[in-house]
């Protein structure tokens, strides 16, 4: 019988870690520089302009080893869509706030869209679809790069990254905090809490992990700053001993709580469950719209302009081509022998033969069709000697097999 309860408050407690949530950027941040506090002489100074709202273009990197972990546009689409609500206390469980905390709930006046333009002024949907022989990744920031197995940022200074891909252990999803090294800032969200449909699984199914990752993202730590009793570094939180999960009931005091209205569980930068957290407060607003400030970390994002499909300059972006099984070889990458180019355009590629029967086209930045040929055997070089000097696209093959150059004429 012993041995049988203990095989049950094992299993419980089993259960009971798997429901937790699990948030990886503070033991990310240990081996991971980043500035705690910037200068916030200019706190607050994004809202010198009256109502302005800070719009985020996002670029959602999905790296995905199985078809389960290539989620749908619909699965993100709503999860755009939870933080949109959430940054704007537009989301309506937030009346589930106690009466006390009520007066702190604060519309961050921050939206966020898929980006509609890609580094070189391709047209993009701001979704990345990329095959990886990774089963399960570690936060150690292989999904941020190409050569161990993810998929290499976009400009951090423009764009906020979200790799969505499968995590190891119990660990939701971890974020950079502004003032880390740029090429692996960004948030790392497991594929089965990302959104709130399609593969999200309970208690985690309502999109409130990316919220708080991206409030890490934007400056915010945690409620109990990481250590017994400790400092959020912001004013209006409430002192409290330690995280909460699942969904307390009001009022939770902890041992350090200042008085009887005791911890604010429900807030984004706590650990209880999805359905159960739903409010930013002023002072995290403010933390979080300082990062935009003329001297803030991410104050180049308000000349992102890479929300409006009309800012694009080129076609669509190529997509890496899908891949369904493990063992498949993942064919050398078309090159360009010289880019800029003089007189000739010559390929690289793993066997020559294979460009055969390719069709390569030459556009001009506008969209106009300059060239238009089918690559033949022994005759892999384009004759670009007539063409003006200035940047042009070249494009090789069709459909899922495209590729696309900025080729630059000298
Ligand atoms: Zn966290």
Not at 155 to 160: E, N
Request: contains cysteine; hydrophobic residues 35%.
């Amino acid at each position: 019988m012993r041995y049988l309860t203990g095989l049950l408050i094992g299993i419980f407690n089993f259960l009971a870690l798997q429901a937790q949530r699990n948030c990886g950027t503070v033991e990310y941040l240990k081996t991971h520089p980043f500035v705690a506090s910037q200068n916030i002489t200019e706190r607050g100074g994004r809202d010198t302009i009256i109502n302005e709202i800070i719009t985020i273009p996002v670029v959602i990197h999905v790296l995905y080893n199985n078809p389960a972990q290539n989620i749908s546009d619909a699965q993100i689409l709503s999860q755009i869509d939870v933080l949109n609500k959430d940054y704007r206390a537009l989301n309506q469980d937030k009346a589930g706030t106690p009466f006390v905390f009520q007066k702190l709930i604060a519309d961050c006046r921050i939206s966020f869209c898929l980006a509609k333009v890609a580094p070189g002024g391709y047209s993009t949907n701001g979704i990345i679809r990329k095959y990886t022989n990774v089963s399960s990744f570690l936060p150690n920031d292989d999904m941020k790069f190409s050569a161990r197995g993810g998929a290499d940022a976009w400009d951090t200074k423009k764009y906020l990254n979200i790799w969505v891909c499968s995590m190891q252990g119990r660990i939701l999803g971890y974020a950079a905090m502004p003032g880390g090294p740029e090429n692996s800032d960004g948030v790392v969200i497991n594929y089965d809490v990302f959104g709130n449909r399609g593969s999200v699984r309970s208690p985690f199914d309502k999109g409130r992990t990316t919220t708080h990752e991206v409030g890490h993202w934007l400056g915010l730590k945690h409620l109990w700053g990481d250590s017994d009793c400790g400092d959020d570094g912001i004013d209006d939180t409430p002192q409290q001993y330690g995280y909460n999960y699942g969904c307390p009931s009001f009022p939770r005091k902890s041992l350090c709580s200042t008085d009887e209205n005791g911890d604010l569980f429900m807030n984004f930068m706590d650990f209880a469950n999805d359905a159960c957290m739903f409010m930013f407060t002023q002072g995290q607003k403010i933390k979080m719209r300082s990062v935009f400030s003329k001297t803030g970390f991410r104050n180049a994002m308000l000349q992102s302009f890479t929300c409006d499909s009309a800012n694009a300059s080129a076609g669509p972006l190529p997509q890496e081509t899908p891949r369904t099984t493990v063992a498949e070889p993942i064919p050398e990458m078309l090159r360009l022998k010289l880019n800029p180019v003089s007189n000739f355009i010559e390929f690289i590629y793993k066997e020559k033969s294979l460009l055969a029967g390719k069709q390569v086209q030459i556009f001009t930045t506008t969209g106009a069709r300059l060239y238009h040929a089918i690559l033949q055997t022994g005759n892999e070089k384009i004759n670009v000697n007539y063409l003006p000097s200035g940047i042009y696209l070249l494009v090789v093959g069709d459909g899922a097999d495209r590729n696309i150059f900025k080729v630059v004429k000298i």
